[in-house]
């Protein structure tokens, strides 16, 4: 698996998420940050069915130039 780190939340600081790369190989993109608080899941959940082992991470708005670069070069490649 050949991972691409497309960036980093710009007002993260020293600490490392939110966070975007992208999967070279598979074109799918991976995400770091912050799980949702417990009422977010539910809410998410009314839609969807969430096995245990997934979960929700929010992604700020600021990040979405990130998100377009990562989709960028997941379609490009």
Request: proline share 6%; aromatic share 6%.
């Amino acid at each position: 698996m050949a991972l691409r780190f497309v960036g980093k939340d710009p007002e993260s600081r020293d600490h490392g998420s939110p966070a975007v790369w992208v999967d070279e190989d598979a074109k799918d993109l991976l995400f770091q940050g912050v799980k949702a608080d417990r009422q977010t899941e539910a809410t998410c959940n009314r839609d969807v069915a969430m096995p245990s082992y997934e979960g929700i991470v929010r992604v700020p708005k600021r990040m979405i130039p990130l998100l377009r670069e990562a989709l960028d070069v997941a379609e490009l490649e």
